[in-house]
């Protein structure tokens, strides 16, 4: 089983950053791929970024050129540096991880961003 817990939500203004972190323990030896997926009220849960353990990246269109996802793994953590926020980046983002094609989820983190 994998367990992953999400920080560093939280409040923003437009234009404003945060960073997000996710932290996986249990068995974390066969991850392949870790990233941030988000839902925001009333719409269906997106995929917002991913990466692999060799650093292979991918970002939804909505979020390039502002968001940065990236991986430490020694720490088994994921980072999402989310630059230049919109009041449409305001969701619940969730942390995934895949493990021998099992999708493992984290409890999510709020992300607000004000106008």
């Known amino acids: 089983q994998v367990r992953l817990v999400e920080s560093g939500g939280g409040l923003a203004q437009a234009g404003g950053s945060l960073r997000l972190s996710c932290a996986a323990s249990g068995s974390v030896f066969s991850i392949q791929r870790m990233g941030w997926y988000r839902q925001a009220p009333g719409r269906q849960r997106e995929s917002v970024a991913h990466i692999t353990r060799v650093g292979t990246t991918n970002y939804a269109d909505s979020v390039k050129g502002r968001f940065t996802i990236s991986g430490d793994n020694v720490k088994n953590t994921v980072y999402l540096q989310m630059n230049g926020l919109k009041p449409e980046d305001t969701a619940v983002y969730y942390c995934?991880?895949?493990?021998?094609?099992?999708?493992?989820w984290g409890q999510g983190t709020q992300v607000t961003v004000s106008s």
């Open positions: 995934n991880a895949i493990k021998a094609g099992t999708n493992y």
